[in-house]
Structure formats: structure tokens, C-alpha cells
């Protein structure tokens, strides 16, 4: 809960920091006003980590950079046209804003940039009231025209005007409202969430990078259910992401399966749980969340009701990774991203055939190959993705993945596992049988890949030997 008194010192300390104190003290010898703007007031009234600090001043564009000059190690302007000049002054990257006054042509979501003379006009046009205040520096005078603190104290996100017409403005608001729902544990006020349900289908004028890059943000929370919830029951996911919505399959009184969206965001939840556990100090992995958010949108497409009550998902996996490859690219994400959700939707059933029987070394040493580089993630999210509340289950499943990952470990530390490779390379294919480079010393290579998976090493005079009996037995 907020204790404004504790807020209070938080922001004087804020004010009174090198960074803040020096640009404060610059910009009030030249006669222009200055204010820390949005979230490191929030952040600060509300004890959490200020990280980049944003200014707002009347100052134009040309006058802030030859305010700071003086001050900084660095400057760039490269938002000039929007009213912002950046600038590292004691080893910290600030912003400085003129105050703004923009207005919206309701067609995209790129504002006419206009320049205020107030800064409570230029705060009443943010996204969130609780975004929306503003610290005078360096008289230390909190600026709040929209009541952002009781919203504070109440933990509520409200837009500071008509959310329709905010909304109607920029529509990318409604994605942030999720997000900050998240990040902040806020409830959305009533009115706002309504709005974000009735225009909703405005999203279309957002680019996709843009979409994107919330849709990371929000999983890079610590509690990103939160605002996905808030996205399926708004409308707004299946604008843009309509595979997560699906996932509420309809339940007949003949044939019933386990909750998939329940499950979907337990998957999640969990597996944020075992990031943290196993790299504690590591960035969120955005990758791992989105596959654990995603590794079963195949389901709707290959549900069958057998006779007797019976439900099957066959083959959910392969769907599910493709159509994750699809909408993945849709949403401009990077090439690396995509190929990792893919492959761990693809690989997440691997495991469970494991828990029925012990592997073979050689399917062990094939796990490994086919997971590469994603084995970590695939731990987490196979580990994850037992929500099952049935004890004795639950616990025969995760004594048999501990048992997987131990026998991992001691097979790469026999073998070097994670640099599986034959023991002879292309070079020496072609020296054995008298080859040329082309198809056959692939086929050769793949031969002695399957050697090695299955038997181990076995040194490169075998490999020699066994190479040769392929071959004259292929010729």
C-alpha cells in the first residue's frame, strides 16, 4: 500500500540527486522551467527501481541542447522533431521533452507534434493519470492535475481523459493498460476497460512492430497473466494474437478435457517460476514465456471426441509450432525468437514417452541433438507443463525428469555431449570411400551421426571400419 509520507522522501531524494540537481540547477540559470515527467514520480511514490529519467520543460527543442551542453558527455537529438533532446550527464541517460499539446488525426497513431505553454496541459494528454504527474525541480512542487495519486493510493489505472477519446487518439494504449496492469498489480478502472472492449477493433491502425513490442513488455513482467487476462476478456488478444482466446474450448457434457487456457497460463506462470529459480539474476526470458504462453495453440485445430468421452489432441504439437512460426512472423518478432518458440512447442511432448519406460542411452544422446541449443528452455517448460492436480502423478513426472536431467549430465560429461559430432568429419568421408563433396557424403555423414548417437564413441578406426561396411553395403 502507499505511504505518501515514505513517497514523499522518496521523490526529495530523487530531486536532490546528481543528475537531477545538475540539469534542475542548468535550466532554472536559463530562465526555462524543469519537471521529472511520468514514471520515475510514479516509481518513486511508489518504492519501486527508477531506472530512465524523463524531464519536461518549456524550453524548445533548440534551447535544451544548449542547456545541456555544457553538462553532458553526450547528447543526441534525434527526437528533435518530437520535442526531445537526450543526454548522459553523470554517467546517466536523461531525456528532456518540450512541454506537448499534440493532437491525433484519428487514421494512424502518429500525433500532429505540437509544443505547449503549460505542463499541465502537456500532462493531461498521457496515456494513464497515474502516469500523468509531474515534479517540479528544483522547488520540489508535485504536479497532479488528474489525481494520479489517489489513483495510486487506490491501485487503479484511469486514462486522464474520456478514455474513448484517449484511446480514440492512440489506440496502443489499450495494450499499455494491460501492461501496466501487470507491472503495477492495478486494477483498470471500469469505464477505461470498457472503452478498451468497445474500440477495441482501432488496433488495426497500430503497426505490428509496435503491437510487438507491448506484447514482449508485458511478458517481461513478473506477473504477465495478469494482463493477458485483461487482453482475452477485452476483445483486444483476438486482434492480434487470436490463438490465445481459442485456447477456451467449449466442454461438452460427453466429453471433457482439461481447461486449455487454464492451463496455457499456469504453463506460464510456472515456468516464470523455474526461470527465476535457475538463473536468478538473468533478464526475463521472453522467448521461454512466449512458448510456454503458446505450446498449445494446436489443440483447437486437432481436437477429436472419440466414442465413450474420450478427447484427442494428436499431433497439437507440430500444428501449434507451425502456427506459432506464422503469427510470430506476422508480429515482426526476430528470426532467433521465432526459431526457439517453434522449436520448443515442436519438442514440448518429447519427454512424457520417458515417464512411461526408461530411454536408451542413444534416445537420451537424441533428446539432447534435437532440443541443441534450446535443452535449458525445454527443461523449464517440459517441468511447467505438469499442472496436474494429482499428487502421485505430479511427483512420478518430475522424479522422471530429474532422473532425464541427471542422465544428460553424465552422458555430456562422458562424451562431451553438448559437441556431438561423428568422429569423422566431411574431409576424412571423402579420403574412406574416394568421394567428391556432394549428397552421398552427407548421407555418409548422417550414418556415423546415428552411430554416435546410438553407440556412443567408439574411436575412429571403428568409425573407419563401419563406414566401409555401410557403403559396400549401400553399393
Same mark, same amino acid.
Given at each position: 500500500m502507499l505511504n505518501m509520507a515514505e513517497g514523499i522522501a522518496r521523490l526529495g531524494a530523487l530531486a536532490e540527486s546528481p543528475v537531477v540537481s545538475t540539469l534542475a540547477r542548468a535550466f532554472s540559470d536559463a530562465g526555462f522551467d524543469l519537471a521529472i515527467v511520468g514514471g520515475p514520480v510514479r516509481d518513486a511514490l511508489? =518504492?519501486?527501481?527508477? #531506472?530512465?529519467?524523463?524531464?519536461?520543460? #518549456?524550453?524548445?527543442?533548440?534551447? !535544451?541542447?544548449?542547456?545541456?551542453?555544457? !553538462?553532458?558527455?553526450?547528447?543526441?537529438? !534525434?527526437?528533435?522533431?518530437? =520535442?526531445? !533532446? =537526450?543526454?548522459?550527464?553523470?554517467?546517466?541517460?536523461?531525456?528532456?521533452?518540450t512541454y506537448r499539446a499534440d493532437s491525433y488525426d484519428g487514421v494512424t497513431r502518429k500525433p500532429t507534434v505540437e509544443f505547449g505553454d503549460t505542463i499541465e496541459g502537456d500532462l493531461v494528454r498521457r496515456d494513464f493519470t497515474v502516469n500523468a504527474m509531474a515534479l517540479r525541480v528544483p522547488g520540489q512542487t508535485l504536479v497532479d492535475p488528474t489525481g494520479g495519486v489517489e489513483d495510486l493510493v487506490r491501485g487503479v489505472l484511469r486514462t486522464p481523459t474520456d478514455p474513448a477519446v484517449s484511446f480514440g487518439d492512440d489506440p496502443l494504449r489499450m495494450l499499455r493498460a494491460a501492461r501496466f496492469a501487470s507491472q503495477l498489480g492495478f486494477a483498470i478502472d471500469p469505464a477505461t476497460e470498457a472503452a478498451m472492449e468497445q474500440l477495441r477493433g482501432t488496433l488495426e491502425i497500430v503497426s505490428p512492430e509496435r503491437i510487438q513490442a507491448e506484447l514482449v513488455k508485458l511478458l517481461a513482467t513478473d506477473d504477465p497473466v495478469r494482463g493477458i487476462r485483461v487482453l482475452v476478456e477485452t476483445g483486444l488478444m483476438a486482434e492480434f494474437l487470436p490463438e490465445i482466446p481459442a485456447l477456451q474450448l467449449e466442454v461438452d457434457e460427453h466429453h471433457h478435457h482439461k481447461d486449455v487456457y487454464e492451463h496455457s497460463l499456469t504453463v506460464l506462470r510456472q515456468a516464470i517460476e523455474l526461470e527465476k529459480a535457475r538463473n536468478p539474476d538473468a533478464a526475463p526470458d521472453v522467448a521461454l514465456r512466449?512458448?510456454?504462453?503458446?505450446?498449445?495453440?494446436?489443440?483447437?485445430?486437432?481436437?477429436?471426441?472419440?466414442? =465413450?468421452?474420450?478427447?484427442? +489432441? *494428436?499431433?497439437?504439437?507440430?500444428?501449434?509450432?507451425?502456427?506459432?512460426?506464422?503469427?510470430?512472423?506476422?508480429?515482426? +518478432?526476430?528470426?532467433?525468437?521465432? &526459431?526457439?518458440?517453434?522449436?520448443?512447442?515442436? @519438442?514440448?511432448?518429447?519427454?512424457?514417452?520417458?515417464?512411461?519406460?526408461?530411454?536408451?542411452?542413444?534416445?537420451?544422446?537424441? *533428446?539432447?541433438? $534435437?532440443?541443441? &541449443?534450446?535443452? $535449458?528452455?525445454?527443461?523449464?517448460?517440459?517441468? %511447467?507443463?505438469?499442472?496436474?492436480? #494429482?499428487?502421485?502423478? &505430479?511427483?512420478? @513426472?518430475?522424479?522422471? *525428469? $530429474?532422473?532425464?536431467?541427471?542422465?544428460?549430465?553424465? @552422458?555430456?560429461?562422458?562424451?562431451?555431449?553438448? %559437441?556431438?559430432?561423428?568422429?569423422?568429419?566431411?574431409?576424412?568421408?571423402?579420403?574412406?570411400?574416394?568421394?567428391?563433396?556432394?549428397?552421398?557424403?552427407?548421407? &555418409?555423414?548422417? +550414418?556415423?551421426l546415428d552411430l554416435r548417437l546410438d553407440e556412443g564413441i567408439v574411436g575412429e578406426e571403428e568409425a573407419e571400419r563401419r563406414l566401409r561396411e555401410w557403403w559396400a553395403a549401400r553399393a
Open positions: 511508489l =518504492g519501486r527501481p527508477t #531506472n530512465d529519467l524523463d524531464f519536461t520543460t #518549456n524550453a524548445r527543442p533548440d534551447d !535544451i541542447l544548449k542547456i545541456v551542453k555544457p !553538462i553532458s558527455s553526450a547528447r543526441w537529438d !534525434i527526437g528533435r522533431a518530437f =520535442g526531445t !533532446i =537526450g543526454a548522459r550527464i553523470h554517467g546517466e541517460q536523461v531525456e528532456v521533452t512466449l512458448a510456454s504462453l503458446l505450446h498449445d495453440i494446436g489443440k483447437p485445430a486437432t481436437r477429436r471426441l472419440e466414442p =465413450g468421452g474420450g478427447v484427442t +489432441f *494428436y499431433h497439437h504439437d507440430l500444428k501449434g509450432a507451425r502456427m506459432a512460426r506464422k503469427r510470430l512472423q506476422e508480429l515482426r +518478432f526476430d528470426t532467433a525468437t521465432i &526459431a526457439t518458440v517453434s522449436r520448443l512447442i515442436e @519438442l514440448h511432448l518429447r519427454f512424457f514417452g520417458y515417464s512411461e519406460g526408461a530411454w536408451t542411452d542413444s534416445a537420451v544422446r537424441r *533428446y539432447v541433438r $534435437d532440443a541443441d &541449443a534450446e535443452l $535449458d528452455r525445454l527443461h523449464i517448460l517440459t517441468r %511447467a507443463d505438469v499442472t496436474t492436480r #494429482n499428487v502421485k502423478k &505430479a511427483t512420478r @513426472l518430475a522424479r522422471a *525428469y $530429474d532422473d532425464i536431467e541427471r542422465r544428460i549430465a553424465e @552422458l555430456a560429461a562422458q562424451e562431451q555431449l553438448d %559437441a556431438m559430432r561423428p568422429e569423422l568429419d566431411g574431409n576424412r568421408i571423402q579420403e574412406v570411400l574416394g568421394l567428391t563433396p556432394g549428397r552421398e557424403v552427407g548421407e &555418409a555423414y548422417r +550414418f556415423l
